[in-house]
């Protein structure tokens, strides 16, 4: 997929570009394209099923503001695009990418959806309508047309917090319909290279492309028509392959939807940080060719991790051999091992200057030994750049495999971690290719082959393996049934515990049953550390390599203290 950023511009020159680029694909097949731009000056656009009563202001007011009145041939009824809004134009063969109309338009609806998700915001469908919706607040508008299966126009996503052009009409022809922004929502200013990245990622993903390039075009052809208009700069995106759940189809189930759809209490509502440091990291990574959990799961931290030079590495590749119901990593075939991996990963530890080194992956249940020799690698390589840096590995179980356990630890981590993610009886319906007891016997076995524990606080991190572990609130556990597991967690040696809570991907992965006040992990908190953990990090942004330094050191100050 390339991408091409305009910048700002006027519609009809960004129409006209399209048109171009359709007769291209037409001709050629490939490759597809999406042009990103923000319109100025404004405009309001009638498609096919729009009607003039649905515009509200004189068109020669509108015309005397500057408000462009423009008819053209997507579906879908009226709407307004100006500053502030970001777009996003697709244009790609849909028979030779096996979609119907219907099918792509539910993909730019999950596409959107994902990416208010990594935002920090719940959004969703509502029934008999196109387009994504915040509560009862319009986010989102989608409006397509398709010539000899190749499409165009596309979306468009509100921003900024001024609104206000939507007051000239009846937004999509929905009486008492009202709009809304990513600003308002997130009560701060958000710019559109922010959020440019990250729909950029969700699109290359609910599209199933395997790779992304920008600036794409020619320096003249992607202008004609838009001289003097400033291009901004960004870094490049590299997409991850299609999730295998394929939510982006037909996918309108009820199952999960209200929950993922129901806006997020404020204390779920995560602001942004600004400056270069997340571009710069996601640059590195791209460069590298390197993957992340933090982008592959969706988490809602993302942005504020790479804001503070960090990320945790994925390795293995992108793609999982399980097909747990929380989880937003791709699954299917994985990809063959990739043996510059190591080095990659050591070099991209030693340029963000990381004094704590977190490695994961996805599982392979497909690989003999279930990935365990490629995590020993990647240590060992990390521990030759950065001979000082505490290095944590969080693993899959291996399939009970003590002999792969074994190889995984050889390669000198410091904190083995892995999570049993939730309580022994939503196994079936969370992790059904997972066992509870498999979980804890990994953690119990880790401690046995590194010779057991080391109690005295005076050992050095590298001399003494830390387990850990963690589990997402959320998902229909009652808190009667947490003392058990944390019992059983502590019996297995397990030192550092993390709680969370658990924030549905999709509308079709599993929902959320319950939002967790902060009080109340606070009160699980104080519960968990009663059993002895050295560490307990819980609060409703906490994941499994949240801070994972200063959870560590905590670990280190409580063993100390003991």
């Known amino acids: 997929m390339l991408v091409e950023d305009l910048g700002r511009a006027g519609y009809t020159p960004a129409l006209e570009l399209q048109q171009r680029l359709v007769a291209r694909v037409q001709a050629q097949g490939d490759p597809s394209y999406v042009l990103l731009v923000e319109h100025d000056p404004p405009v309001i656009t009638l498609g096919r099923r729009a009607e003039m009563q649905h515009v509200l202001a004189d068109p020669a007011h509108l015309a005397a503001a500057g408000v462009q009145l423009v008819k053209v041939s997507r579906g879908g009824d009226v709407t307004w695009h100006g500053p502030g809004q970001l777009v996003a134009y697709p244009i790609l063969r849909l028979d030779t990418r096996g979609l119907t109309l219907r099918a792509y338009v539910g993909r730019l609806e999950q596409a959107v959806i994902d990416t208010l998700a990594r935002l920090g915001i ?28 190749v499409t165009y126009h596309g979306l468009s996503l509100n921003v900024a917090a001024d609104v206000g052009g939507f007051d000239t009409i009846i937004p999509c022809g929905i009486a008492g319909a009202s709009v809304t922004s990513v600003s308002r929502l997130l009560g701060r200013d958000v710019g559109l290279e922010e959020v440019k990245p990250v729909l950029i990622e969700c699109l290359t993903e609910a599209l199933g492309f395997e790779q992304v390039r920008e600036d794409c075009l020619p320096r003249a052809e992607s ?3 838009l001289a003097g208009v400033a291009r901004a700069s960004r870094p490049r995106v590299a997409g991850p392959s299609r999730p295998c759940s394929d939510h982006g189809q037909d996918a309108r189930g009820t199952h999960g939807r209200d929950a993922h759809a129901t806006r997020l209490p404020r ?47 994925m390795i293995l590749g992108d793609r999982c051999t399980r097909r747990c119901r929380f989880c937003a990593v791709p699954c299917g ?36 030994d279930g990935g365990a020799g490629h995590f020993a690698k990647v240590t060992l390589a990390v521990r030759a750049r950065l001979p000082e840096a505490v290095i944590e590995v969080l693993v899959p179980d291996f399939q009970g495999d003590e002999r792969a356990l074994a190889t995984a630890l050889a390669g000198g981590c410091d904190v083995l971690n892995h999570n049993v993610e939730t309580v022994p009886r939503l196994y079936p319906a969370v992790r059904p290719q997972a066992d509870y007891r498999r979980s804890l016997g990994l953690l119990e076995a880790a401690k046995r082959i590194r010779g057991g524990a080391v109690d005295a606080a005076a050992d050095a991190p ?11 609130l959320g998902l229909g556990e009652t808190r009667e049934e947490l003392p058990a ?8 040696g397990c030192d550092i515990l993390t709680l969370g809570q658990y924030l549905a991907p999709s509308p079709t ?4 049953a319950r939002f967790i006040p902060p009080e109340e992990f606070d009160e699980i908190r104080a519960q ?5 953990f050295s560490a307990v990090a819980a609060g409703p942004f906490v994941r499994s390599s949240y801070h994972a330094e200063d959870v560590f050191n905590a670990g280190l100050a409580g063993t100390a203290k003991k």
Do not use: Y
């Not at 469908?125 to 989102?140: F, P, Y």
């Not at 590298?462 to 997402?472: N, Q």
């Open 333 to 368: 075939e994985p990809p063959p091992v990739n043996d510059a991996e190591a080095d990659a990963v050591a070099e991209a530890a030693a340029t963000l200057g990381l004094r704590h080194v977190v490695i994961t992956s996805v599982t392979r249940d497909d690989l003999p």
């Open 485 to 492: 597991v944390l019992a059983d967690l502590r019996a297995a």
């Open 509 to 512: 992965h599993h929902p959320v």
């Open 223 to 225: 202008r004609g028509g």
């Open 462 to 472: 590298a001399k003494r393996l830390w387990t850990k572990s963690g589990l997402m």
């Open 267 to 313: 204390w779920l509502r995560k602001s942004i940080p600004a400056g270069p440091g997340a571009a710069e990291v996601r640059k590195l990574l791209g460069r590298l060719e390197l993957g992340t959990v933090c982008s592959s799961a969706r988490c809602p931290n993302q942005a504020e991790c790479f804001a503070r030079g960090t990320a945790t590495f």
């Open 528 to 532: 968990a550390q009663s059993f002895g």
């Open 122 to 149: 719940a959004a969703g469908r509502r029934d008999g309508l196109v387009g994504v919706w915040a509560g009862q607040e319009k986010i989102a508008a989608i409006g397509v047309a398709v010539s000899r299966w």
